[in-house]
């Protein structure tokens, strides 16, 4: 039995058989019945050589189509944003392009501080005080908020605005379930969470409210309001975020968020068919030492010299389960180095630049598309860079028709709200152009 694409000699085997007292490797095989063994050989295409692999894969994969092709106006919490070409070049540098784990401060000074930067910046857009290493993604982030703000609050209630992200609210559900936790809808009203329902379900068993803003539906909550109502009951606001959207809107902190999260891939990450991607978690002092995952620490070593170093490890891995803050371990730093070169190549007045252009260029497309007859405005309330829309039309047909065209359509909403059948969401990035957002008018003006 020789396979070319194991290293063993025949030597090797025969050796080895020796050495566990078998005469060939099929006797390794004796315990299992003739009646189960493959008989004959697996009926597969004839072996290609390397060349011939690589070409059979590029093809398969030409039968894709990405954003590269496409111009996408499709969002939903993943996003095409432009990347700058510094992100790559640092990313793919041997001592970053690793799973390590950087647990010891003597040998990893330099990724460390990339992430104490990185928790920094998440700090200062969140409006909070303190910030994590990173999570899983956004869904996992928010499932831990209601972990944290339960076990803070000594409460198992949360209510959950209907408009959250359906992922997210699911990964939340299934946390829930081996937590104990009640998971209360709050139903929207014209497309952000209903204000005198939160009020009339809210009480003092509550542990916290979790809203995303803008959310799922594109449409921008009144989180301070929400906050107070929280607060009056003693409860948390625990507020799901699109980054970007920071860089023209206050800050959550300063609304009265209590924990801030979010998916970060905008900040830097490529759409990557689905993953990796990279949750935050920001929050204020006093939670400090319930936060989960990682934590970056900035200190001084006995010589005074600056250094970092993980802190307040509060995992299984360091103390007895049952105490633990987290069960998140696994590394996101390369995703958290990717937000954290992202942001500090575009800078304060890039970043806002780039908020302040996704927000025009949704407007003058909201403008464009609602003007058409047959496509209206589903919601009265703001929005940032994603908004829903209304079709006389089936979202499906239209998006087969604009994919013909090589426009990447809406989100059919329908496949989430039976009640909003014929919506469609629209993302528009600071990526596309007037031509591409005219473009898109005229091919739904004919398809619709």
């Given at each position: 039995m020789a396979w070319s694409y194991l290293p063993h000699t025949r030597e090797d085997r025969e050796l080895m058989c020796k050495a566990i007292g078998i005469r060939s490797t099929e006797e390794l095989f004796s315990d299992i019945p003739v009646s189960l063994r493959l008989a004959s050989p697996l009926k597969l295409p004839p072996s290609l050589s390397e060349p011939e692999v690589a070409r059979h894969l590029s093809e398969l994969a030409s039968a894709n189509k990405s954003v590269r092709e496409l111009v996408c106006f499709r969002g939903g919490g993943a996003y095409d944003h432009y990347i700058p070409s510094v992100a790559s070049h640092i990313l793919s540098r041997s001592e970053f392009y690793s799973a390590y784990t950087q647990y010891q401060p003597e040998i990893s000074q330099g990724y460390l501080q990339a992430l104490w930067e990185y928790q920094s910046m998440i700090s200062e857009l969140t409006g909070m005080e303190v910030a994590n290493a990173s999570m899983y993604d956004g869904g996992t982030a928010l499932a831990e908020a209601a972990m944290m703000a339960c076990a803070a609050g000594k409460k198992d209630k949360i209510l959950v605005g209907g408009t959250l992200h359906p992922h997210y609210r699911e990964?939340?559900?299934?946390?829930?379930?081996?937590?104990?936790?009640?998971?209360?809808?709050?139903?929207?009203?014209?497309?952000?969470?209903?204000?005198?329902?939160?009020?009339?379900?809210?009480?003092?068993?509550?542990?916290?409210?979790?809203?995303?803003?803008?959310?799922?539906?594109?449409?921008?909550?009144?989180?301070?309001?929400?906050?107070?109502?929280?607060?009056?009951?003693?409860?948390?606001?625990?507020?799901?975020?699109?980054?970007?959207s920071l860089g023209v809107l206050e800050a959550p902190g300063v609304l009265g968020a209590d924990i801030v999260v979010g998916e970060g891939q905008s900040l830097g990450l490529g759409l990557n068919f689905g993953g990796p991607y990279l949750g935050f978690f920001a929050t204020t002092e006093k939670f400090m030492r319930k936060m989960p995952g990682r934590i970056v620490g900035q200190t001084t070593d006995n010589r005074g010299n600056r250094g970092f170093v993980l802190t307040l490890q509060a995992r299984e891995q360091h103390i007895r389960r049952n105490k633990a803050t987290s069960n998140i371990c696994s590394n996101e730093a390369l995703c958290a180095l990717a937000a954290a070169i992202y942001m500090s190549a575009l800078g304060k007045t890039g970043f806002r630049e780039v908020s302040r252009q996704c927000l025009q260029k949704a407007h003058y497309t909201y403008s464009s598309l609602t003007a058409l007859t047959g496509c209206e405005a589903a919601f009265t309330s703001g929005f940032f860079k994603e908004f829903s829309i209304k079709l006389q039309k089936s979202v499906t047909k239209v998006n087969e028709g604009l994919l013909e065209k090589g426009i990447l359509g809406g989100i059919d909403l329908g496949g989430y709200y039976p009640e909003l059948e014929h919506h469609m969401l629209i993302c528009v990035t600071e990526k596309r152009t007037k031509e591409e957002i005219d473009q898109l008018a005229r091919e739904m003006e004919a398809l619709i």
């Open positions: 990964v939340l559900v299934t946390y829930a379930r081996d937590q104990a936790m009640s998971i209360i809808d709050v139903p929207p009203l014209d497309g952000i969470i209903d204000l005198d329902r939160l009020g009339w379900l809210i009480d003092e068993t509550t542990a916290a409210i979790i809203v995303q803003s803008p959310n799922f539906l594109g449409n921008i909550e009144n989180l301070k309001e929400i906050g107070r109502i929280a607060h009056a009951k003693g409860a948390f606001l625990i507020a799901s975020v699109d980054p970007i």
